[in-house]
């Protein structure tokens, strides 16, 4: 059974950093992409950024410079770095597993999310 637990999240003034972490079972047995989403209040969710588990990354262009994606796999986690943080950070964080079989994508799962909140 595929768990992602976060935690992390937080109120932080503009400027500062928080570090999110999504604790998973279930998921690094197999091939996977771990990924942080955001949705703000009335917004679309939003990727952010997504590492696969050969530690290829990719960033959204407004968190590039700033926030840094990174996975443990000794402990099967997931975390995500956040510096300078902006009013616009502000949002629900949520991690994301996509399991592979070679190339098939055999499921999709989210955690519950965590809250961010950027003060200016």
């Known amino acids: 059974q595929v768990q992602l637990v976060e935690s992390g999240g937080g109120l932080v003034q503009a400027g500062g950093s928080l570090r999110l972490s999504c604790a998973t079972s279930?998921?690094?047995?197999?091939?996977?992409?771990m990924a942080w989403y955001r949705q703000a209040p009335g917004k679309a969710r939003e990727l952010v950024a997504q590492?696969?588990?050969?530690?290829?990354?990719n960033y959204a262009d407004r968190v590039k410079g700033r926030f840094t994606i990174s996975r443990d796999n000794t402990k099967n986690t997931v975390h995500l770095q956040m510096n300078s943080l902006k009013p616009d950070d502000t949002a629900v964080y949520y991690c994301?597993?996509?399991?592979?079989?070679?190339?098939?994508?055999?499921?999709?799962?989210w955690g519950q999310g965590t809250q961010v909140t950027v003060s200016s």
């Open positions: 279930g998921v690094f047995e197999y091939g996977n992409t």
């Open positions: 590492i696969n588990n050969r530690g290829v990354k």
């Open positions: 994301k597993a996509e399991l592979f079989s070679g190339l098939v994508v055999t499921g999709s799962y």
